[in-house]
């Protein structure tokens, strides 16, 4: 029999857990033909997350829990579960029943029907999530996507069935930035969209703040494109050609006419434009370079605190 495993990070999710741990165990009763486990990743909860888990694995023998050393972020908690899973079926889901955890049915049939490794979720409609998420989210995939030359779905977070082939080439992927929903894409296989509608949050609020989202964002751009490095030449040369454009006024004015420009108007202008952009430059490159800096250090992307399976402690 095929093994199918979800894959759920939590963070503070004590709201959530037992409404997910039941629809949860509704869709395993219904999918028999499968054998269906979860694995679950505590990423640092300072709630009673934790302690519902740990009860979880001593009554459901199909439970697992990671229990990370603190809060690693979404990101690496899900890297963490990637390691960890060992299905023949992996789905990637949130722990706070966005995406309903029935859908993997479909998905599954998606992705048995028409060969494919990976089936990711589309969204159709995203109920609950404020204005300014939709219409940043949406400005930011679009730019994305003109920087670099992989295509990241648009609507598509990190719901998804990936098969075992994904998930060992997945963990082949040694970078310190995780930006996870492009990964999936830059390795290829087969993959199609599954639309859905998106539920607001069953309870609670969004974990990701707003600096954890910058934080995602920015990592998006910086692992998957180097154009930021080059608007510097970009920005460079129509500065310049601004300067020349001023400088012949100027010699036409001196020449032809009475008026002069006065010479510190002309210099102050010239030094905060060029002392700006060479600013926001030294910024972008100090960005690239403080990540290859995090990246030589090699540091392990999570610490595991205990991992917890069924009655008794695996370490
Ligand atoms: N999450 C996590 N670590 C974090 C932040 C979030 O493991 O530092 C989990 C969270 O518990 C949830 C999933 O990641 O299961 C997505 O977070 P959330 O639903 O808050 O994000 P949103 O849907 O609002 O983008
Ligand atoms: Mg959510």
Redesign the pocket.
């Known amino acids: 029999m095929n093994k199918l495993e979800y894959v759920?990070?939590?963070?503070?999710?004590e709201k959530c857990l037992p409404e997910l741990m039941s629809r949860l165990e509704n869709v395993r009763n219904k999918l028999t033909e499968l054998d269906v486990h979860i694995l679950f990743?505590n990423?640092g909860s300072a709630d009673r997350s934790r302690e519902q888990l740990i009860e979880f694995t001593r009554r459901y023998d199909y439970v697992r829990v990671i229990d990370l050393s603190r809060?690693f972020?979404?990101q690496y908690?899900l890297t963490a579960g990637l390691d960890f899973c060992d299905a023949d079926y992996i789905c990637i889901i949130?722990?706070?029943m966005?995406d309903p955890p029935e859908l993997v049915s479909e998905m599954l049939a998606k992705l048995q029907k028409e060969s494919l490794n990976i089936v990711y979720g589309k969204r159709r409609q995203r109920q609950g999530e404020t204005l300014f998420k939709k219409v940043t989210a949406n400005a930011y995939y679009r730019l994305l996507n003109r920087m670099c030359q992989l295509e990241i779905p648009r609507d598509t977070g990190d719901f998804r069935l990936i098969d075992r082939k994904v998930v060992d080439a997945l963990r082949e992927m040694k970078e310190t930035h995780r930006f996870i929903r492009g990964m999936v894409p830059w390795l290829g296989f087969k993959s199609a969209p599954f639309l859905y509608d998106r539920d607001a949050?069953f309870a609670g609020d969004?974990?990701?703040t707003l600096r954890?989202m910058l934080r995602l964002a920015f990592d998006g751009m910086f692992s998957f494109s180097r154009k930021p490095l080059r608007v510097a030449s970009y920005v460079g040369v129509v500065v310049a050609l601004g300067g020349f454009v001023g400088l012949a006024y100027m010699i036409f004015l001196k020449l032809f006419t009475d008026d002069v420009v006065p010479g510190i108007t002309v210099i102050l202008t010239a030094i905060s434009i060029l002392g700006g952009v060479q600013l926001l430059m030294l910024g972008v490159v100090g960005e690239y370079l403080g990540r290859v800096f995090e990246q030589t250090k090699q540091r392990p992307l999570y610490i595991i605190d205990n991992i917890y399976a069924g009655e008794s402690d695996e370490r």
């Open positions: 759920i990070p939590v963070y503070n999710e990743i990423d809060n972020g979404h908690a949130d722990g706070d966005q949050r969004t974990k990701y954890k």
